[in-house]
């Protein structure tokens, strides 16, 4: 329940008065639904959107699959001048703000005005048209490139075009923070909240599937043949996906100003870099190991709370196995229950986290841990409690939603049923 006498208190770390923070919408562009309702229900059913690539030809590149969307139809949700404006991955982001601010209920022009912001991640952006751009330019030079395409192109025009499209006037901002983007978005959104600068903020993270991130991954030989087997002995890679997730976080005060539906509360989360490796996580997993920390501290709890962990899970060998360390130096002893989305999403990049998270929301909701599909032989080195297969129920007041990157970006975000985390008190710096 929501109550005015919550509706701040001071930030651990810096002393300042903080908020409580509250998810009261999604929005959905994936591989195995569009909309929060299809993505559930796929979600929960174990069910693949991992499918042959039709968008370029991989018939030289030895890889042929991934978590592709097929059925987004860009003018089913966009008018005409927006479709012509923009990008396929800019799309999928408006798209899905405008899915996300139906299901928060919030009227036509009531995210207008400077206390509205949008803060989006991706790892690559408008990848699709940077590669227009340079064949044309390869091809012809510079009047082979249509004045046209440069307007679409930059990955600071994802939340410019959601913000114009709903009247956001507050800060409006990219995260390319490669494949943990979705969770850094989030987390920047809460804080601009707590720190008093917005009221309701947009966020989440778009990707799409272009060819020369696809190739690069299958040259980085980080690429399995068909399937993504996180945590499995005999994994062999990820497969790449595409997709939106877009929430809508709102202040307590906000939320109850308007008699809010609330879906869940963002807790603390954790960031930090390794470092250690343009493409490895380090060895002892020490970033990803501080990150799950801070997260469950600086949402006033104890490992002991945890009841899942959604995963990066990307089933590469070095991934999995650091993910395992983690868990098995924040819990010890306890097996709290795992799993991967990517197992049926591909790795959707800078999205990941993003529609992770509204996964995530799905656990917190219904009970229902959604499987890490594929998993058919435990990896001694991977001793954690996978829900294998099958969706299990099961205790879900709290969860987290981890995240790695290449350079080794670490962010962890705890997401919790309302009501669960610990009261707001005053705390000194």
């Given amino acids: 329940m929501l109550r005015r006498s919550d509706a701040g208190y001071k930030h651990p770390q810096q002393g300042a008065h903080r908020v409580r923070v509250f998810i009261t919408g999604v929005g959905v562009i994936s591989s195995i639904g569009l909309g929060k309702d ?7 059913e174990g069910k693949s959107g991992i499918s042959p690539v039709e968008a370029f030809d991989t018939s030289n590149l030895g890889r042929s699959n991934a978590g592709e969307v097929k059925a987004f139809h860009p003018r089913d949700h966009l008018s005409a001048a927006e479709v012509r404006r923009m990008g396929r991955c800019s799309q999928m982001a408006l798209a899905a703000a405008r899915m996300a601010i139906t299901d928060a209920a919030l009227p036509e022009g009531a995210l207008s005005g ?3 912001s949008v803060v989006l991640g991706t790892t690559m952006g408008e990848a699709g048209v940077l590669e227009d751009l ?10 082979g490139v249509r004045r046209a395409w440069i307007p679409k192109y930059g990955s600071t025009l994802l939340p410019i075009h959601v913000a114009r499209a709903i009247g956001a006037e507050g800060s409006v901002l990219t995260l390319p923070a490669a494949c943990a983007a979705g969770n850094y978005a989030i987390g920047l959104a809460c804080d601009l909240i ?13 990707e799409m599937l272009q060819e020369l991130q696809y190739s690069g991954f299958v040259r980085l030989a980080a690429m399995a043949p068909t399937k993504c087997q996180p945590f499995d002995l005999n994994r062999q890679g990820l497969i790449l996906g595409e997709g939106a997730g877009i929430l809508v976080v709102e202040s307590e005060a906000h939320a ?12 603390g989360h954790g960031m930090t870099c390794d470092a250690y490796h343009i493409t490895r996580p380090h060895p002892e997993a020490a970033g990803s190991i501080g990150a799950m920390r801070q997260a469950i501290e600086r949402s006033g709890l104890q490992p002991d709370a945890v009841d899942f962990v959604n995963a990066h899970g990307t089933g590469t060998k070095h991934n999995d196995a650091a993910e395992s360390k983690v868990m098995r130096d924040v819990f010890g002893d306890r097996k709290v229950p795992i799993s991967s989305m990517k197992s049926m999403l591909g790795h959707c990049m800078g999205a990941a986290s993003a529609l992770e998270a509204i996964g995530c929301l799905m656990t917190l909701e219904t009970g229902i841990y959604p499987p890490t599909i594929g998993y058919e032989t435990p990896d001694p080195e991977c001793d954690v409690d996978v829900v ?3 969706a299990r129920k099961g205790k879900a007041d709290i969860v987290l939603n981890n995240s790695l990157a290449f350079g080794g970006y670490n962010s962890v975000t705890c997401l919790a049923r309302p009501g669960k985390l610990p009261a707001p008190k005053e705390t000194t710096a």
Avoid: C, Y
């Avoid at 299809?38 to 929960?44: D, G, Q, V, Y």
């Avoid at 340079?134 to 009047?143: C, N, R, S, T, V």
């Avoid at 308007?258 to 869940?264: G, I, K, M, P």
């Fill in 388 to 390: 294998a297969n099958e």
């Fill in 114 to 116: 400077p206390r509205a």
């Fill in 38 to 44: 299809a993505f559930w229900k796929a979600l929960a």
């Fill in 256 to 267: 109850v100003r308007r008699n809010a539906r609330v879906l869940a509360e963002v807790g």
């Fill in 194 to 206: 707590r720190a008093g600068k917005a009221d309701v903020i947009v966020t989440g993270a778009a």
């Fill in 134 to 143: 340079d064949h044309a330019w390869i091809a012809k030079g510079l009047p």
